[in-house]
């Protein structure tokens, strides 16, 4: 148990121990992001051998996210297995509907319901936080669905809050830039092929060795449309000739730089989740 200044943060840390302990036991939807990062720590650190933290690989992973969560486990002595799965073989998710994210969460999910039961953990538990039940979230009906649970969202805190708890604990993720699945890359309607996948990620992480850490390619068939923080829509422009050079030589014909800057969910705007409503 840790002493927090913050008043309310104390009382949701509380709360989330006290659910995870409650749990008895647990598999953990673990990707190496922030939030789930904490939950994973927290809960083998309550549980102890009684979970276990699975990440599923599949082709939307960004090709860093899998080496950095695998390198956490290790570091934090959690018990911790990857297992791959091929998610565009479902055409409800290669077809990329606006609710391509329940039909991918609920695979996703009842995998890992499949091995717990397999195993003998009572729960499985995933890491969605309380500022996910105002966004455009169609994999919440999968969470609801499965039976799964979501100790951060239910013990009330925000990802600010999950963010200053994991700096509080020491964990490195505390700051990590958030990395959503790269499906989020490719526009609702668009079939999803694993090459437009892959130049969204090399993309990316060319744009952050110049340190456009928390940038998006979002990808319209050869064109690339980019987006950066507003506050680094100057310095990005300032490289665009060694920028669009890049691009060029990973396949993309055009390439544009969304002057509204980055966006979270871009894509989304303006959608309804009706599994919320």
């Keep these: 148990m840790i002493l927090l200044e913050d008043g309310v943060l104390q009382q949701r840390y509380d709360a989330l121990v006290a659910i995870i302990r409650a749990a008895g036991s647990a598999v953990v939807a673990y990707s190496g992001g922030v939030d789930s990062s904490l939950l994973t720590f927290l809960v083998s650190r309550e549980l102890g051998r009684k979970m276990l933290a699975l990440t599923i690989t599949s082709e939307f992973d960004n090709p860093g996210a899998i080496a950095e969560a695998v390198a956490f486990a290790e570091k934090h002595a959690i018990p911790h297995k990857i297992q791959p799965l091929q998610l565009l073989t479902n055409e409800r998710i290669a077809t990329n509907p606006v609710d391509r994210c329940y039909y991918c969460k609920k695979t996703i999910l009842q995998t890992l319901k499949h091995y717990a039961e397999e195993q003998g953990y009572a729960h499985v538990m995933e890491g969605q936080n309380a500022d996910d039940a105002t966004e455009y ?140 409503e």
């Excluded at 708890?165 to 990395?179: F, I, Y």
């Excluded at 309607?189 to 437009?196: F, K, L």
């Design 137 to 276: 979230r169609p994999g919440s009906q999968a969470v609801k669905e499965t039976g799964t649970l979501s100790p951060l969202m239910d013990a009330g805190l925000t990802k600010a809050q999950i963010r200053e708890l994991s700096c509080q604990l020491g964990l490195e993720t505390w700051d990590a830039p958030s990395s959503p699945c790269m499906a989020t890359r490719i526009p609702h309607g668009t079939t999803i092929e694993p090459t437009a996948l892959r130049m969204a990620a090399e993309a990316e992480a060319l744009l952050a060795e110049r340190e456009f850490f928390d940038s998006r390619v979002r990808v319209y068939g050869l064109m690339a449309s980019i987006e950066v923080k507003e506050s680094e829509l100057a310095a990005l422009f300032g490289q665009r000739k060694e920028i669009i050079e890049q691009f060029h030589q990973l396949g993309f014909k055009q390439i544009s730089l969304n002057l509204a800057g980055y966006v979270r969910g871009n894509l989304s705007q303006g959608l309804i989740d009706s599994t919320n």
